[in-house]
């Protein structure tokens, strides 16, 4: 009896000092706001986000949506800026977690040579400043490429200068959507397929040959599709124009500069969480593999990778937060990320200081949660089963 | 990142801090205190203000600092230059870190309401005109339709292009930048067919190419841009000392008193020159100063059209010619209000 008064005594007192600390902290928000408000109004500092819905005025180089200087307005940058954020930040993991892995296994590799390249590719890599690769990448980038007078032609009528690669943009008619339609319904058949393959091989042990099929059900079938619909795609191919190239799809140098810093920069840490993991596999998994007859291929895919993703994905995720979070080095390379449209142009047009960085760094904080929240799902779909 | 610091560094002051200095005690008086002047200034712009191989802060900017040190202290040297980029300098001003922002800052109706700063007087008439190569065979701004163009963010520069263009129906291709140095690098490797900024500037930047011959700058002015030095809001006193140090220059220029002549002219029986060098009179009390503030940024740093002369006039490489800021009497723009 006694002992359960005192232990919920206890646990009452807990709750109470958790809510106190929530509220201390909750005060201490308020109080430093409403300190703000004052401490801006007495300096004579416009405050509030009165200026989201203003006319921006100012242009930005890349805009994954539509946005026009003279009737754009704040706002609308902002979405402009963390789209590129996003976009440069995705590419940027993609090709990482490649690089990174294929690096990672090479270092690991019997091949003596393999083994000291990929070892030497991360001990330079990440070890010169990240700033400093951004500006080698954005100068090598700029300065191998040929002037706009002097642009290669690429196949496909894609066209290469230091303003960009221009590729022929795709224009869709209407009913393009039928093709699309079909080619998911083709690609949902041809999963089908591989599984009822997979069972039935696992019930009879006798092998369905499920290449051809699936192949017919992903690209033959929405070819037909294609066709029938009367060809509903076209290309608005670049041309060369008086300065610029005009038309076609633009990537810009500093996008392609960024994106690579960042893999490259990346890749050298994955490269070693990868290793790490890998490593953390008992070498019995491995012989034991070999074992049942095994190849080394199929070891490290079906047998260590799968347990040494348990062991990589917590560190991989800090990896890509630091990468998103690095993209906003953008602005010494003229990148418009959020950190240059925002954090820039916008703050110093507006001149509210307070209420843009902290829009800015919650940002970033709701995109880092939304990224470790992803992988933590992840993890789960990766841990063994505990019986 | 910087230019983040000191964003982030204000956002704390203001939520955690009570008002720093402004409320309570004055500007001149906090720089009395500290024994010298602190100056926000360009950092990289020959002419305005950049410091030599040796660290001495030069430049038009520059020297319009070191007169108001010389007024308050007696001693150009009095001062502490802050390098700041476009994108720096309103925030470093709003946060106390700098007394007065000397650096070619355009005077706009938003800037000077808003930010919760005073524009203190006109010291340099300017424009924004565009650099482009001569190769490009182009003589005139409005053939740059479809161009791209380098240009510093957050600057009066980067609104005025996309205006410019927008009003002359040509499509703009610009490419913006955190500093003026990164714009003109990514200019100079061919990144863009363009690099605007204020004229001032343009013919400054243009001698920092590797090449400059083969770089010239476009007849067209597309802008007006009034630099002006900035303070905080609300300190009057400060402000009138700031305003009236460029205006004393002026009037010392149209009464020829110079460097050179001006211990000769404290014996002048011209009223107007007697009461400029505080012989007669209680002006310089009068803006919490010594009466003879004026004579001292005179003696030290020279009037109005010495400073030009030797930073960005005919005595330095730049070579600008004065126009809008030739005196009024000499056809010009630049006019003093009279000491009395």
Known sequence: MLQRTLSTRRRLGGVVLQIAIVAAIGGLGYGAAYNAGLNLSRAHIASGFGFWNNTAGFDISQTLIAYSASTSSFGRAFWVGLLNTLLVGAVGIVFATILGFVVGIARLSNNWLVARLAGGYVELVRNVPLLLQLLFWYNAVLKSLPLLHGS?????????NNRGLFLPRPVFAANFSAVVVVLVGGIICAIGLTVWSRWRHQRTGANVHIFWPSLALIVGLPLIAYAAAGFPLHFNVPQMGRFNVSGGLEILPEFVALALALSVYTAAFIAEVVRAGVLAVSHGQTEAAQALGLRSGQTLRLVVLPQAMRVIVPP???????????????????????????????????????????LTMAVYLAISLFTSLTMNLYIRTVAIPER | MRRLATAVALAMALALGTQAAAATDTTLAAVKQRGELICGANGTLAGFGMPDPQGNWTGFDVDFCRAIAAAIFNDPQKVKFVPLTAKDRFTALQSGEIDVLSRNTTWTLSRDTSLGLDFAAITYFDGQGFMVRK???????????????????????????????????????????????????????GRCDAYTTDSSGLYGERLELTDPSQHIVLPEIISKEPLSPVVRHGDNQWTDIVRWTHFVMIDAEELGINKGNVDAKLKSNDPETRRLLGVEGQYGEALGLTNDWAYRIIKHVGNYGESFERNIGQGSPLKIVRGLNALWTKGGLQYGPPVR
């Open chain 1, 152 to 160: 290669m032609a690429l196949p496909g009528g894609a066209i290469l």
């Open chain 1, 316 to 358: 991989l995720t800090s990896q890509y937060l630091n990468l998103i979070k690095n993209s906003s080095l953008a602005v010494v390379i003229g990148y418009p990320d959020l950190v240059q449209v925002f954090a820039g142009s916008v703050l110093n047009i507006t001149g509210q200081a307070v209420e843009v960085i902290a």
């Open chain 2, 135 to 189: 190769a490009l065979k182009v003589s005139s701004a409005l053939e740059l339709s479809d161009a791209s163009v380098c240009v510093q963010q957050g600057t009066t520069s980067e609104l005025n292009l996309a205006d410019y263009f927008r009003s002359n129906r040509m499509s703009l291709k610009s490419v913006t930048f955190a500093t003026g140095e990164e714009a003109l690098k990514a200019y100079e490797s």
